[in-house]
């Protein structure tokens, strides 16, 4: 499988403080990649150092074109669409105004239709104020404003935070839909393991800012003392 991101020896930092230490990794092209670990250990810092919103160096690549250099504009403009915790949407605007910003990144006619089979109850709800939305439904939104960028990769962070577990699941059926149907590679930070490591094929698990370990979801699911260690279940 070629590769579609690839990060090399990448470190970051906020002011003095290093959140990476020179990690490796990659994403395949129609991969679905988790990346799990503690609290701290660096995985929102990963998506930040690829989406170009945190001081880094290093390697980043996409499609074989290098992004270190590239900040957040460019780097959603080469294909990079980024969910991050806390779900990102406008609350002030309405269900249909969040879409259009997220078709705003898009050259040529948005894809409405498409994104309404996916999440077809949108369009019922499409004036309504998006801070007015159930939690989940906020996630639902903000995948929808995500996937009408027609990415090359989606990053989530924490998309199960705040949701009970049978609308986390639902979250994520859409996910492995996108990533099926679609041929979306997935890099998704996540503290649910069990459920990350459903829908990916391969992890990396952080530990303060490093690599402790990777492999694929089946090894690390099946491994009794890294579960124990590492993946908290």
Do not use: C
């Not at 078709?103 to 006619?109: H, P, Q, V």
């Not at 007015?132 to 998309?159: H, I, N, V, W």
């Not at 370990?213 to 089946?218: E, I, Q, R, T, V």
Request: glycine content about 12%; cysteine-free.
């Amino acid at each position: 499988m070629a590769a579609l991101l690839e990060l090399n020896d990448v470190s970051a930092r906020y002011g003095q403080v290093a959140a990476l230490h020179g990690i490796s990794l990659t994403v395949g092209e129609g991969e679905v990649v988790a990346l799990l670990g503690a609290n701290g250990a660096g995985k929102t810092t990963t998506l930040r150092a690829v989406s170009g919103t945190v001081r880094r160096s290093g390697e980043v690549i996409l499609g074989g074109k290098r992004l270190t250099r590239s900040g957040p504009e460019a780097v959603a403009r080469n294909g990079v669409a980024h969910v991050p915790e806390g779900r990102g949407i406008f609350t002030q605007l309405s269900v249909w105004e969040n879409l259009r910003m997220g078709a705003y990144m898009r050259r040529g006619r948005p894809d409405f239709k498409t994104v309404l089979d996916y999440f077809p109850w949108l369009d019922a709800r499409r004036n309504q104020q998006a801070g007015t939305l159930s939690g989940g439904e906020q996630q639902m939104l903000a995948l929808a404003r995500a996937f009408l960028q027609r990415p090359k990769l989606l990053m989530l962070d924490e998309p199960s935070l705040g949701l009970a577990p049978l609308v986390t699941r639902e979250v994520f059926r859409v996910v492995t839909d996108l990533n099926e149907k679609e041929g979306l590679a997935v890099l998704v930070v996540e503290q649910n393991a069990a459920i990350a490591l459903g829908v990916a094929r391969r992890a990396y698990v952080l530990e303060t800012g490093s690599i402790a370990l990777a492999g694929s979801a089946d090894e690390l699911r099946s491994n009794d003392a890294i579960r124990t260690a590492y993946l908290g279940y």
